[in-house]
C-alpha cells in the first residue's frame, strides 16, 4: 500500500509540473494559434533564475522558509521577457506553422546558448531548499512537503486559470479572440495587445514551473528539449488548445510513466506514447480537443 | 651587424651539442611551424561539462608546454571543434584533418561519437587519441585492430573496481540488489559487469529491479519509488549526468539512502554537486582517473588543482586527467622519436609506434598506451565521508587500481574475460 502510494505521488508531482508548462503551451495555441517549442526553454529560464534569485535572497537574509514564494516569485517576474518575444513571433502570424515551429525552435537554441553564457555549461542546483518544508513519513510511505506544495501550487494555477477564462470578463475576451480573432477585432478588442498578455502569461506559467521544480532538480542545458517532448505528448493526448486538456493528458502522462517504471522500466516511453498514438488514431483532436474542420 | 664564422660555426656547434643531450630539440624542418593539435569536446549538452573539463586541463598543459619551448622545439597552437552528434563529429574531425592541418587529434567523450569516429580515423590515418568513451560494444566489430587511433581504458574498468571494492567492504552483508543506470551502453555494461563479477565470486545476490532513466531524466522520483518498492540492500548505479545529483536528491527525500549500501563507480563526474546535505557517508564513490583531493597526489596533479580551483572556482573532475594523459603521452612520444632520430622532426609512424608501451605521469598517476592502442591508468574509488572543508562529499577510506587489473588483456573477450580473470580482492 506504501508502496502505490509513494508511486502515485511520483506520478502526480511529475504530472503537476508538466500541467504548468503544457498549460501555457495550449494557452498561446488556443488564443494565439502559435505552436510555441519555446516553452520548454521558458521552463529552463525559470529554473535557471529561480536559482539565483534564491541565492541573492539567501545573502540578503531571506528566511528560508519563504523560499517556495521566492521561486514563484523569480518565475512571475520573468514575465518581462513575453512581451518582446512575442512582438518577434508577429512576423510569423498568419503564416505556414513550419515558420513558428523554425523560430521557435531557433529561440530554444538560442536559449540554450544564453543559459551557457550566463550559467555556464555544469548543471546548477539548488541543494538547501528541497528539504527545508521537511518530510512526511508514515510507515514505509514518504513525501517531501515541498513535493506536495508544488503539486498545490499546479492544483490552484488550474483553478485559477479555469476560473479567469470561464468567469472573467478579460477571459470571455480572450476566449473570444481565439475564437474568432477577426471579429473579435471588429468588435473593438485590441488582439495585439490580447496576444501579448496571452504570451506573457504562456511563459510565466512555463517559468514559474521551471522556478518550482528546481529545488526538487537541477537546472541544465537540456532540460529544455527534454520536457518540451513530454508536454507536446500532453498536449496531443489532452487535445491542442484545451485547458481541461493539459490538465488530464499531464495527469495521464504523469501516472502512465510513474506506474511503468515501476512495473516495466523497459517500457516507461512505449507506455507514454502508445496512449499517443492511440489517441491520434481514434480521436485525433485529443480528449478535449475540438476537431478541425 | 656582421657575423663572424668563428660565431657561426660556434653557435652552431652549440645548438647541435644541445639538440644530442635531449634537453632542446632543433627539428631540421618546419622548426618554427606551430605544432597545431586538434581538439575534439562537446561544450553544449549532457557532456559539456566534462567536455570543459578536459579543455581546461589540455590548455594547462600547453600553456606550461609553450612556456618551456613546446614539443620538441615547436610551440603548440589548439584548434577547438565540437564534440556533437556522431555525423557533426566525424564532419568536424574532417574539417581538422583535412583543412586546419592539424597534426594530432585529441578528445571524444561520447562512446557513440568515439565508435563512429574510429573507421574514419583509420582511414584518414591521422594520429587520434581519444580522452573517454570506450565501452565495449561494437568496439571488436568497427575498430578491430587499429593503427592510428588510440582509445582510452575501457569504460568498465570502475565497475569492475566498484564490484571487487563492493565484495571486499561488503561480502555477506547484501542479497538483494537494485540497479539504477543510464539507458545505454555505458549503463548497461555497466550493471552487467557488475552482476558477472558477483557472479564470479560466488556471491548470493538477487537483483530485485533494474531501472534504466533515458539520460538527463530531471525527475526521478517514480524511480525511486519504483527502488523502494524493491527494498534492496545495496544499489547500484552508474548515473553520471546531471541526473547523478537529482537522483541523490530525490532519494535522500524518500528514505532510500539510509541503510541501504551505495554503489556508485561513475559519480566523480559530477563530484561538486555531490552534496553532504543529501550523499551519505560510507557509500562506495568512483573517481576515475582522478581525485582531486588525493593526498598522495603528485606535485603536478597539486599544481593543476590549485590552478584549476583558483581559476575557474571549481575543482577538476577525471575528464582533466583523461586530457592531460593524451596530450603528455602525445608530447613524450613525439620528444622520445625526435631523440631517436637525432633532433629530426619524427614521421606519424614514428610517433605511433612510440607511443607504444610508452609511459607518463599523468594528474591522476602513472598511464600507460599497451600494444592494442588502449591506456592503462590508475583508478581510484573509496567510501565517502563529511569531514572535509567542502558542502559535496570526498572520499575517507579509498583505494588505488591501475587497470591492468581492471581491464580485460588485448585481444581478449571483456566478457569472458570476467569468468576466469584472477582478480585481487
Partial sequence: ?293 | MAISRRTLLTSAAAVGALSASGQVFAPAIAQNKPLRIGILAPRAGIAAAPGENGIRATQWAVERYNAQGGIAGRKIELVIEEESSPKDTIERFSKLVQQEKVDCVQGIISTGVGLALGPVVEESRALTIYWDGTTQDGVVEKIPNPRYLFRSTDNECEAIMSSLLTIKYWKGKFVTVAGINPDYSYGRNNMAAFIAVLKRFNIEHKVVTEQWPKVGTMDLTSHVAALKAAKPDLIFSSLLFADLPVFMKQAHAAGLTEGTKLVFPAAGWQHTLMKKEFTPEGMLFGHNTLYFANPNASSLAKEFVAWYEKTYKDYPEWEADRAYFAIASYKAAVEKAAKAKGGNWPSQDDIIDTMVGLSVESLGGKGSWRKDHIADQTFVQGLTTHKNNYDFVTLGTFETMYSTELQKPPGADFWEWIKTAQFKV
Fill in chain 1, 1 to 293: 500500500m506504501a508502496a502505490f502510494a509513494n508511486i502515485l505521488v511520483g506520478g502526480v508531482f511529475h504530472a503537476a509540473v508538466l500541467f504548468l508548462v503544457a498549460a501555457g503551451l495550449q494557452l498561446v495555441f488556443g488564443v494565439q494559434k502559435i505552436v510555441n517549442l519555446a516553452c520548454g526553454s521558458f521552463y529552463a529560464l525559470g529554473a535557471y533564475f529561480g536559482i539565483t534569485f534564491i541565492q541573492y535572497a539567501t545573502q540578503l537574509g531571506i528566511s528560508p522558509w519563504l523560499i517556495l514564494p521566492g521561486l514563484i516569485i523569480s518565475g512571475i517576474l520573468l514575465g518581462f521577457i513575453g512581451p518582446p518575444i512575442e512582438r518577434m513571433l508577429r512576423s510569423v502570424y498568419g503564416r505556414d506553422e513550419s515558420f513558428q515551429l523554425l523560430l521557435t525552435f531557433a529561440l530554444v537554441l538560442m536559449f540554450q546558448d544564453v543559459f551557457k553564457f550566463v550559467w555556464g555549461a555544469n548543471p546548477r542546483a539548488l541543494d538547501s531548499a528541497y528539504l527545508i518544508y521537511g518530510i512526511i513519513r508514515t510507515g514505509d510511505f514518504s513525501v517531501p512537503v515541498y513535493n506536495l506544495l508544488v503539486i498545490a501550487a499546479a492544483v490552484v494555477t488550474a483553478a485559477g486559470l479555469g476560473a479567469f477564462l470561464q468567469r472573467t470578463n478579460y477571459g470571455r475576451i480572450l476566449r473570444a479572440t481565439a475564437e474568432n480573432r477577426d471579429m473579435a477585432e471588429a468588435l473593438g478588442v485590441d488582439v495585439r495587445r490580447i496576444y501579448s498578455i496571452v504570451f506573457t502569461l504562456g511563459a510565466v506559467l512555463g517559468t514559474t514551473a521551471g522556478a518550482l521544480v528546481v529545488p526538487t532538480a537541477a537546472a541544465s542545458l537540456d532540460m529544455a528539449i527534454e520536457f518540451v517532448i513530454e508536454a507536446f505528448a500532453v498536449v496531443v493526448i489532452g487535445g491542442l488548445g484545451s485547458m481541461r486538456g493539459a490538465l488530464v493528458g499531464a495527469l495521464i502522462v504523469g501516472l502512465i510513466r510513474a506506474y511503468s517504471i515501476v512495473f516495466f522500466p523497459e517500457l516507461e516511453v512505449l507506455a507514454i506514447y502508445m496512449i499517443v498514438i492511440a489517441v491520434l488514431i481514434f480521436r485525433p483532436a485529443g480528449l478535449f480537443g475540438r476537431s478541425l474542420a
